[in-house]
């Protein structure tokens, strides 16, 4: 039996390890939306950081905590339970001084309240390769999360453990019952023959998983606040740029081609969506489904990229540009327009350090060939699923720490249990990070109305304890004198924030209005996808992406597209197609 589960888990961190590196440098959540894949981008080299002890501490189980019967979900133990589990850890994320992924104020603060001792082994910025490595070795923490594939083949060794009987109360709060109910589709993915696997980290909401384009702020206001109804008006406003700012070239374009495809909704092509992250499926006219590759309206997304790249107004050298390394451009001053996610206002922030408190960028939505409103491709999305190791003596601590998450940072402050002052910690400065599997993602929508209001107004009605974390963390900046030696750590985060949702060209203010004005375009594979999908899928994007850049560049004329979608279709596109008819057909 020992052999035979062996000779599974190294055919699943085989299969595991091959997926990923055909993916990595693509895709990442992003700051903001999650989606079916990983949103927030990984680094190149295996970065990762191990506890003082590698090795997890004995669990001491007492007969107090064998007998300790639950009565309601924020009950503490009667003595400490270990628990082991692994993050995610990435250069970028800033904590308080003092802080770290190992030992933070959440882990401070379930310890106290819940006897809950919670050991983090390691942290990775290459989070989803090392967790295959553990899968593969059969050394897993207790709790953990993974990615849709990982789920999927931790489910078929039989590795996790059934925890339907947890997902209710008194295991899990009224909080988090409310916010799993309201995603019936996702919680059907975390489902097996009528038995439920994980409690799944849901989604931001729709409105954060569209593109934009961003425009550098001083320098669109300098040259006239031009209309950006068009991909016309877009180019024209690129080759203002190009000359009044003598630049070598102005729009972002890194080697995963991010903004590229954010941008093909500019020529109504729908080749991925989820913000880009992933192949979007759609109706093929004849009342079945295609791959969005096939439109014909992709290739004059590539014709005009290629235009582009030609004019000079592309990076030359953007294959080798890594995702990480694509902000350093925007810093320095040297490019003005990007498309990309809703987060990417945040990042930009750094250029006012060297250009002043005006040079932030702004959003817009992506301007069309034909002047049309833009249609928004959107997969369907989950963040990660959270999972127990299967025989973990203390299963029910998921869904507690989890619904101690929602209360801390969606009801504390408004049922009073803490005040605003107390909470803004536990959410700003990557701390939400640090929680590893014990979080949900809450839904953005209604939040980003009430704080932008509250920003314009400066009249605060809040309705959850969310909304009242992001104004609390925009206020800096709103009350910022423009003075550039007042403008501190505080002052940056508020208007990373602030280009997020907190005025009227912040991105997710832009995305309210896709939602409200019906700029949906839904796949038709909404829901999970067949394993051959999951199996082929991210082999057989690396031939599209291989041949977008070569064409791009201009080393393939634009006509070789057709043979590379002949060859897509050979290496599996047309069995993913198949499957996702016989799933999908008809529904």
Known sequence: MFRKKSVLLTAIALTLLMLVSTVSGCGGSGGGAGSATTTAPATTAATTTTAATTKAPETTTTTAAEKFERKAWNDPYPEIVTVTIANEDQAGWLYYEGESVFDNLWTRRWAKEYNVNVVTLWAAADYELKMNLAIGAGDLPDIFYVNPVQFTQLMD?????DITDLVKEPYASPGLLRMLGNEESIMETTRRNGKCYSIPQLHYGLITQTPFLWVRNDWYNEVGKPDLNTVADLEALMETFMNNYNLDFTMILNDSMHSFWNSTPSWHSFARGGGGNDRFWMDDGKGGIMSAYDQPEFMDALAAWKKWYANGWIRPDFATIKFENMGDDIIAGKAGVEYGANWRGRTHVKSIYNFGPESYWIAFAPPTVDGKPVKIPLSFSNWRYSVVRKGYEHPDILPVLISDYVHVLDEASIVGTMTAEETKPFGTNAMQHVTGPFQVIFGHYFDVKE???????????????????????IQPWLDFDGNMEHFDHDVEMGVGRWAQMGHRHSSLAVAIGYEDNGHYLFSKA????????????KITDSIIDVAVTRIIMGTDPLDSWKKVLEEWHQAGGDEMIKAINDYYGGK
């Open 526 to 537: 909404w829901g999970p996808h067949p394993q051959v999908v999951l199996d082929k899928g």
């Open 157 to 161: 060794a039989n590795l996790i453990e």
């Open 451 to 473: 704080v932008i209001e509250a920003c314009e107004t400066r009249v605060e009605k809040l309705s959850s304890g969310n909304a009242r974390i992001f104004y609390d963390e």
